[in-house]
T-cell receptor
Framework: RKEVEQDPGPFNVPEGATVAFNCTYSNSASQSFFWYRQDCRKEPKLLMSVYSSGNEDGRFTAQLNRASQYISLLIRDSKLSDSATYLC????????FGAGTRLTVKP | DAGITQSPRYKITETGRQVTLMCHQTWSHSYMFWYRQDLGHGLRLIYYSAAADITDKGEVPDGYVVSRSKTENFPLTLESATRSQTSVYFCASQGQGVGDEQFFGPGTRLTVL
């Protein structure tokens, strides 16, 4: 079983749609959690950290369920510029990156 | 300039040649990492380092050598390049805190003919 598993997609959604990505991790000792964004042929960049109580940053909401070892990312009111690959990341020193979920937002 | 840089950005080499990819960070981060990313696939960890003179193997270390004599530099050497090592190589650095994010360099696109 992979340490971090994500649905690879691709997710193709129209502008304005709400889309949710899920991620599961296998190591209960994981200490911190993140979502990264990677644009085509570019380096990954931090989108947001994920906190136990859940957190929101504008149109993006991240949730963590430690009991189920599950992380989610919700994107509301999708924009064309949200098209990218979203990586779920779990820190069990060193960080473990999921393979990513590809999102395409269409006009 | 502050940040994390990689050189060269693009490299074409031939099978059997030795190639060194450079990585430099200006934050004095303790941790540094090397990943490879093949077209259409996820990141795979090659080697990482927790501090100067401390290195550990990642998921795919075979065919690669690293060193870390200074905190700010973490070169990756392909001792005898093979076509299967054609990939994009990303270097990253991270502070010591559990919640610290990893910062990535812009990547080196390596082609082995």
């Amino acid at each position: 079983r992979k340490e971090v598993e994500q649905d690879p997609g691709p997710f193709n959604v129209p502008e304005g749609a709400t889309v949710a990505f899920n991620c599961t991790y296998s190591n209960s000792a994981s200490q911190s959690f993140f979502w990264y964004r990677q644009d085509c042929r570019k380096e990954p960049k931090l989108l947001m950290s994920v906190y136990s109580s859940g957190n929101e940053d504008g149109r993006f909401t991240a949730q963590l369920n430690r009991a189920s070892q599950y992380i989610s990312l919700l994107i509301r009111d999708s924009k064309l510029s949200d098209s990218a690959t979203y990586l779920c990341v779990v820190n069990i020193s060193p960080m473990r990156f999921g393979a990513g979920t590809r999102l395409t937002v269409k006009p | 300039d502050a940040g994390i840089t990689q050189s060269p950005r693009y490299k074409i080499t031939e099978t059997g040649r030795q190639v060194t990819l450079m990585c430099h960070q200006t934050w004095s981060h303790s941790y540094m990492f090397w990943y490879r990313q093949d077209l259409g696939h996820g990141l795979r960890l090659i080697y990482y380092s927790a501090a100067a003179d401390i290195t550990d193997k990642g998921e795919v270390p075979d065919g690669y050598v690293v060193s870390r004599s200074k905190t700010e530099n973490f070169p990756l050497t392909l001792e005898s390049a093979t076509r299967s090592q054609t990939s994009v190589y990303f270097c990253a650095s991270q502070g010591q805190g559990v919640g610290d994010e990893q910062f990535f360099g812009p990547g080196t696109r390596l082609t082995v003919l």
